[in-house]
């Protein structure tokens, strides 16, 4: 079956323009994440949605940073007023629910250049 | 708070030789752990995971990784590496209350070479 997917697959943007980035998860995947790559680093963990609770936004590091997803479906992550230290790699990953949420399927990734 | 620290940011290796890839942990708590693999241009595929049980792990394309508690470590290991194996490396770890999130060592290059 499919898997995630993310949209744009690469954007470059101006300084303090906003961007926006799509994720796709899995069908029936209810548990959603965003991570940042940057380069040369391991993955920082941003947000975290379950089903209908109360996201978890304990990773974003600022408030220009946030995510919206509808039900179990689709989810945005905005960046208002890029800056350059937010070029990176910006994954989404889905799960199910469960010992299964161990598990944890990743889309290809969006690179964000911000310049 | 946990943390994962996989110390060789680059392991070149020629082809059909052994390899192991260091990954150590720490936390106060139980722990999940993970190892994912990223080739170029691809996201991130689970290569194994421990959860409970055996703590030697077998995971695909010939990969194991053995937990060891007292040492706080999940090394990665392949007795025979082929060309199509370099890729980056990612240990990953979750403690088994609170935040569902993993959290990310910095990744390790393996680089196989003929």
């Known amino acids: 079956g499919a898997g995630v997917s993310q949209s744009p697959s690469n954007k470059v943007t101006e300084k303090g323009k906003d961007v926006e980035l799509r994720c796709d998860p899995i069908?029936?995947?209810?548990?959603l994440y965003w991570y940042r790559q940057r380069l040369g680093q391991g993955l920082e963990f941003l947000i975290y949605?379950?089903?209908?609770?109360?996201?978890?936004k304990s990773g974003l590091p600022s408030d220009r940073f946030s995510a919206e997803r509808t039900g179990e479906s689709v989810s945005t992550l905005t960046i208002q007023r890029t800056q350059q230290e937010d070029s990176a790699v910006y994954l989404c990953?889905?799960?199910?629910?469960?010992?299964?949420?161990?598990?944890?399927?990743f889309g290809p990734g969006t690179r964000l250049t911000v310049t | 708070a946990q943390s994962v620290t996989q110390l060789d940011s680059q392991v070149p290796v020629f082809e059909e030789a052994p390899v192991e890839l260091r990954c150590n942990y720490s936390?106060?708590?139980?722990?999940?752990l993970f190892w994912y693999v990223q080739y170029p241009n691809q996201g991130l595929q689970l290569l194994l995971k421990?959860?409970?049980?055996?703590?030697l792990v077998k995971g695909i394309n010939g990969f194991e990784a053995e937990f060891n508690k007292s040492q706080t470590s999940f090394h990665l290991r392949k007795p025979s590496v082929h060309i199509s194996d370099t890729a980056e490396y990612f240990c990953?770890?979750?403690?088994?209350?609170?935040?569902?999130?993993?959290?990310f060592g910095s990744g390790t290059r393996l680089q196989v070479q003929p």
């Open positions: 990953a770890v979750k403690m088994d209350t609170g935040r569902r999130a993993l959290t």
């Open positions: 990953a889905s799960s199910l629910a469960g010992e299964s949420s161990y598990e944890q399927y």
């Open positions: 936390s106060s708590v139980s722990v999940y």
């Open positions: 069908s029936g995947h209810t548990a």
């Open positions: 949605f379950q089903g209908n609770s109360a996201p978890d």
């Open positions: 421990y959860l409970s049980g055996s703590t």
